[in-house]
């Protein structure tokens, strides 16, 4: 067992020398007369073939750049765009805010005139609602009865007072988020 072990790493320390003198090695593409491409590691002799030697691989080749340098390098009118384009979104993102708070100022300004014409309804109700002379007519069989005017400036003012209260919720209803 131990000496299958210590033959496994004489075998694998074998293998990694052959591999690392190999990726070291210079490397040709010969391309003969009907334009087959070889690559090889040993130049031919004495041949009309093209041999070019293909240039070693950039170790950073296969490195990606990190998110920092991606920055730094980018040219300037890039940075320039990508600056705009912020101080753009910043400006508008201020302007949506400040629209919203004016939004909600009159919001509250509407909410309260909503609520001053309820309570004006409702004063002008009661006060239009107290009988004064004329608003009651007599009876043939000696009672009264309220006038048709009366009737109607009573129905009027309850109309008022309706709309005003629809008012009022549909001003409550549309409150800015």
Do not use: C
Not at 40 to 58: F, L, Q, S
């Amino acid at each position: 067992m131990i000496n299958a072990l210590v033959f496994l790493k004489q075998t694998l320390a074998i293998i990694s020398l052959t591999i690392m003198a190999s990726a070291n090695a210079e490397v040709y593409r010969v391309i003969d007369a009907d334009g087959k491409v070889t690559f090889t590691d040993h130049p031919p002799e004495n041949t009309d073939h093209h041999i070019e030697a293909v240039p070693e691989a950039d170790p950073q080749q296969n490195i990606t750049p990190t998110p920092e340098s991606l920055i730094e390098n980018q040219p300037d009118w890039l940075k320039e765009a990508q600056e705009k384009r912020a101080q753009a979104t910043k400006n508008k993102n201020r302007d949506k805010h400040i629209q919203h708070q004016q939004d909600k100022q009159d919001w509250k300004r509407s909410l309260k005139a909503a609520k001053a014409n309820v309570e004006e309804a409702e004063l002008m109700l009661e006060i239009g609602s107290e009988p004064t002379e004329g608003d009651f007519v007599g009876n043939a069989g000696g009672g009264a009865r309220p006038s048709s005017d009366y009737l109607k400036r009573l129905t009027l003012l309850e109309k008022n007072l309706s709309d005003a209260k629809r008012h009022l919720l549909k001003v409550q209803r549309s409150k800015p988020k």
